[in-house]
């Protein structure tokens, strides 16, 4: 076969390839053939049904979901055929077959087997959940405090709303205030020139004359 | 197996390149060393696991079936075939085909493509969930 990409011949190898199963996306190492030029892979037809096999297999490791040996192993522990271990698990028949068969159970399927061939499960499964409930318990209790400290940015937040209102409300007046408090300090402050530049001039001094000109015209 | 080149796929497919594109197909598929590849594995395997298809032998046994049953006049799409967009055959003519199938007992839905260097892609193999859209227009 030649690369699509790159026209080289291809050769059969063991590839890393992303399977998806479930909505789930795992990597596995199957049969495939490889470009040696590009690095280019692919499954042929051949190789379909174990790549298939071995994403399922990965995604039932991943999930902690029940093994097929583990199913045929408790069924033959019981010395049961199939019909007889699917009336004990509550099951259909068909169902037994189908994961026999390598089929992914469902969690809710793997839960309710695992319930019924091992019995501890169910005080696992309530421990879990127990401790979920738990979590939601301390997230719970944890409430009060985020609520405090979401009041605590609120009353910032409406602090600095009502000093914003205070201000545009009543612009006029804080303008006409400051202009005033503006005009008071300048007056102050050319009084103070004043009485300095001519305490300088009455005692003679030559090089203020040249400054008292000028803040003569900054009072003016 | 001598490898033939595929036709070049006309907008509308000619009569000839439809033929001879099914010829290479079923040539493909009778032949137990030569290899089909899926376009996309998973959507396929799903597809197969839905009609029963475990084995690639039985998977092969279907396609092989579904190459011999559809005709020219089974060809769904007038328009300009749609170019395959999947990175295994990106660019590849894909012909569907619509036929009412004695061997599935339903009527089916059958879409391949021959890649530039003869290699057979299968997109589809299914029962359709519609009534077929389009006839072709002869």
Not at chain 1, 31 to 52: I, L, N, Q
Not at chain 1, 116 to 137: A, F, G, H, I, M
Request: net charge negative; proline share 5%.
């Amino acid at each position: 076969m030649n690369c699509l990409h790159c026209d080289s011949a291809m050769q059969t190898d063991v590839v890393e390839l992303t399977g998806q199963y479930r909505g789930r996306e795992v990597r596995v190492h199957t049969r495939g053939v490889r470009c040696p030029s590009c690095g280019f892979v692919t499954v042929r037809g051949r190789d379909m049904a174990e790549f298939r096999r071995l994403v399922k297999e990965a995604y039932r490791r991943d999930e902690q979901l029940l093994e097929v040996t583990e199913i045929q192993r408790a069924r033959k522990e019981m010395h049961a055929t199939q019909e007889s271990f699917a009336a004990y698990l509550a099951v259909g028949v068909a169902s037994v077959k189908r994961l026999e068969g390598g089929a992914v159970p469902e969690r809710l399927m793997d839960e309710h087997i695992r319930m019924r061939l091992y019995p501890e499960t169910l005080e696992v499964l309530l421990q879990e959940r127990l401790w979920d409930l738990n979590s939601l318990k301390g997230a719970l209790a944890e409430l009060p405090h985020i609520s405090a400290q979401c009041s605590l940015v609120w009353n910032g937040l409406s602090d600095c709303w009502n000093t914003y209102d205070l201000i545009t409300t009543n612009y006029d007046a804080v303008v006409q205030k400051a202009m005033t408090t503006c005009a008071e300090r300048h007056h102050s402050l050319t009084e103070i020139m004043i009485t300095a530049t001519s305490e300088d001039l009455g005692s003679g001094n030559e090089d203020s004359s040249c400054a008292a000109d000028t803040q003569l015209a900054l009072a003016a | 197996m001598q490898r033939r080149t595929p036709p070049r796929i006309s907008a509308p497919p000619t009569d000839e390149e439809l033929q001879l594109s099914l010829e290479m197909a079923r040539e493909i598929l009778a032949d137990p060393d030569e290899d089909w590849f899926p376009a996309n594995t998973f959507k396929l395997d799903e597809e197969f696991e839905r009609l029963g298809l475990d084995t690639h032998e039985a998977q092969t046994d279907a396609l092989r079936r579904a190459a011999a049953e559809v005709c020219l006049a089974d060809y769904e799409q007038p328009e300009p075939p749609g170019l395959s967009n999947e990175s295994a055959c990106r660019g590849t003519p894909m012909l569907p085909f619509y036929w009412q199938s004695e061997s599935f007992g339903s009527l089916m839905f059958f879409k391949f493509g021959l890649q530039r260097h003869g290699y057979l892609y299968v997109f589809s193999l299914h029962v359709p969930d519609f009534p077929r859209k389009r006839q072709r227009k002869r």
